[in-house]
């Protein structure tokens, strides 16, 4: 068991919000730099590649209602996004220990020179942020999930300083949704 909580509590990110209220009022978040964080307050049921095939699934279907409304208009609809893109992106959720007892919450560690845009690319936009489809096949499959920010003009050496933070927690590992 971890203590990545009470870290990050002592490092300033004490209040978590549900993504789903950070999507609807953005304007809870500052226009500022900083650094946030990605935890899970429930973690859902894992299903290995079936889920990540379910998130395909719908992505797929809703690729084909796009082309079949261009159809409509007489012009071809090409996705900004390819599925072979996104199943490299969802690989990530593979590293989440999801069944072991006490496993740690936190999803990602990341800044920003504007917090506010960073956190509308990854819940209100597409194609904007590289863990937003990691973080939406999670949703989609029951898991909650909250976030944190703090403003600080030195965001980028304090991502710096919270991944060191995280990696002495975790024999080195940095969290699941981080790119290695
Ligand atoms: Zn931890």
Request: glycine content about 6%; aromatic content about 8%.
């Amino acid at each position: 068991m971890c203590n990545c909580i009470d870290m990050l509590t002592a490092k300033g990110l004490a209040h978590w919000e549900p993504v789903a209220s950070v999507s609807a009022n953005l304007s809870l978040v500052p226009k500022k730099p900083g650094v946030y964080v990605l935890r899970a307050s429930n973690m859902g049921q894992y299903y290995g590649d079936k889920f990540q095939r379910r998130y395909l699934t719908e992505i797929t279907q809703l690729h084909r209602q796009k082309r079949h409304l261009f159809k409509k208009f007489g012009l071809t609809w090409i996705p900004d996004s390819n599925l072979e893109f996104i199943k490299r992106r969802l690989d990530r959720l593979g590293r989440i220990e999801h069944d072991i007892e006490g496993s740690c919450s936190i999803l990602y560690i990341g800044s920003s020179k504007n917090l506010r845009q960073r956190l509308e690319q990854l819940f209100c936009k597409e194609d904007r942020h590289t863990i937003e489809h990691p973080v939406r096949a999670l949703l989609l499959n029951g898991w909650q999930i909250e976030c944190a920010w703090k403003p600080t003009p030195n965001y980028r050496e304090e991502e710096k300083q919270l991944k060191i933070a995280f990696k002495i927690e975790h024999s080195g590992a940095l969290p699941p949704l981080v790119n290695r």
